[in-house]
């Protein structure tokens, strides 16, 4: 069993996408692997058109940089996957995510974090659960249930919750 994370702390891997510094917390995830060949969807949306084979599953592989907006580069000597376990529909799922670069697990407080603003970023903000800062650096914890919900499907159309409240 997961101990309970604290209010005050989050304990969260570190990773790049295309040069900014993302965070998931820990407990979610299940393992960093180096890159895995790839196995096409044909018909599935960018965002999580490939599978792989993790430990004899087939598990759907995800490119957030699809969901920020960012262009999907190649692989490099440091590109990883990282394979966690969310929670979709009830269930608790096995899901590559790419990074193109793992750091460490680190402790963010939270009193370094903030939610984002609703205008100024050039990210869908309800894509994004808090923002942290850490030596003068940006960190974007995302919200993976959004994006899931938002990118997973086959339409790229979404009206963002936030709009439906206006």
Do not use: C
Request: proline letters at 8%; a negative charge; hydrophobic letters at 40%.
């Amino acid at each position: 069993m997961t101990p309970e994370p604290s209010d005050d702390l989050i304990e969260a891997l570190t990773f790049d996408l295309q040069g900014e510094t993302f965070a998931l917390e820990a407990g979610l995830v299940r393992e960093v692997l180096d890159m895995l060949p790839e196995t096409d969807v044909p018909g599935a949306p960018p965002f999580v058109g490939a599978v792989i084979n993790f430990r004899g599953r087939v598990i759907p592989l995800v490119d957030l940089r699809l969901a920020f907006d960012m262009t999907a580069g190649t692989p490099t000597i440091d590109s990883r996957i990282v394979v966690i376990e969310y929670d979709l529909d009830g269930e608790p799922t096995l899901i590559g995510l790419r990074a193109d670069k793992v750091h460490e697990v680190t402790s963010i407080t939270r009193d370094t974090t903030e939610q984002a603003p609703r205008v100024g970023l050039r990210w869908r903000p309800d894509f994004i659960r808090l923002l942290a800062r850490r030596n003068g650096d940006l960190i974007v914890i995302p919200d993976l249930g959004q994006i899931f919900a938002a990118r997973g499907r086959s339409t790229t159309t979404v009206t963002p919750i936030n709009a439906l409240q206006s």
